[in-house]
């Protein structure tokens, strides 16, 4: 099979891998079943928040919280979906998810229209328009940012105790503990090296350590190379320094229609250089995984481990060395 080939043979695998994904554990939870509020839940960060009775208004402002949500709570507690969660999001159950209403900008006056009785965000979102919906009285939760997978735990049990789903958040935890020991005892994984790689024409880009696809790779069993070379977040990375520290296989976000990055490495020749361009081994991961900011990450990982096993030939034994 030809290097190309391989690429695609990749993309496929992936794809098919999470095509189907797995069904929610959310429960129905009803306001007559309203017991134990008020209550404040701490989160991994360190952050307190504080609500007077059971959320059943829920407004999500980001991707991560809408996988967090699908997850634990049913569509009915929910009021409206943000517009990045058509581009973002990883998985949408049936049975009414689909059908709620998109938010297509986050004033405080679009918000205040749904009624929200607790607002989602994420710690990276603007701190001036949380603290404008706080002035108006709306609980505001903050998810802290995942870079280590145990903090990805407790964000989800803290979810758990927040929304009044305890049972299903914990069984969210065992599901996902069991399928990262699962990934942790494939004894023939060989120690191959990973790196991200996106350009899109202007410059290439990497994710180092503290980001949330370090957490990935190292589920996956391999080494983030870029991490091992010292960078840290998603930085700029020079093709020069590519080259110095020529992973065995490069991850690329899949992209809508053709993708730059994947065009960028088979026809510029500098790129020729690399061994994972010369043997095919270019793993091409759809990016609402590889973006992944919940614990969607383990599906991630086990799409990750399934690619790089076809490629490398590790179910035979095959070394992942050059």
């Known amino acids: ?68 949500l699908a997850s634990l709570v049913e569509p009915s507690r929910v009021v409206a979906l943000p517009e990045t969660v058509g581009r973002y999001a990883t998985f949408l159950p049936e049975g009414g998810w689909q059908s709620l209403p998109v938010m297509h900008d986050l004033e405080t006056e679009s918000v205040l229209v749904r009624d929200p009785d607790l607002v989602i965000a994420h710690s990276w979102q603007d701190q001036s328009s949380i603290e404008s919906l706080r002035r108006a009285g709306i609980p505001v939760l903050r998810l802290p940012e995942t870079h280590e997978y145990d903090r990805l735990r407790e964000v989800v049990l803290a979810l758990g105790e927040l929304l009044d789903v305890e049972d299903v958040s914990q069984a969210l935890v065992r599901d996902c503990d069991a399928r990262v020991e699962a990934l942790a005892s494939r004894s023939s994984r060989s120690k191959a090296t990973m790196m991200t790689y996106s350009n899109y024409g202007t410059g290439g880009w990497t994710a180092g350590s503290r980001t949330t696809f370090d957490v990935v790779i190292s589920l996956a069993g391999y080494e983030n190379a870029a991490a091992t070379a010292g960078i840290e977040s998603h930085a700029r990375v020079e093709i020069e320094t590519l080259l110095r520290i020529d992973p065995d296989v490069l991850i690329v976000a899949e992209s809508d229609g053709d993708d730059p990055t994947l065009s960028l490495l088979s026809s510029d020749e500098i790129f020729q250089g690399l061994s994972a361009v010369r043997l095919g081994r270019i793993v091409s991961l759809p990016g609402r995984l590889a973006l992944a900011d919940s614990h969607r990450v383990v599906d991630a990982a086990e799409s990750l481990v399934a690619a790089v096993e076809g490629i490398l030939g590790e179910g035979s034994g095959q070394d992942g060395g050059r």
């Not at 306001?31 to 701490?42: K, L, N, Q």
């Open 1 to 68: 099979m030809t290097p190309i080939g391989r690429t695609i043979a990749c993309a496929l695998v992936l794809l098919a891998g999470t095509g189907c994904s797995r069904a929610p554990l959310a429960r129905e939870v009803t306001p007559a079943d309203s017991t134990g509020y008020p209550r404040e839940v701490s989160f991994p960060d360190g952050s307190v928040i504080a609500l007077d009775a059971r959320p059943v208004r829920i407004l999500p402002v980001n991707a991560s919280a809408v996988d967090f």
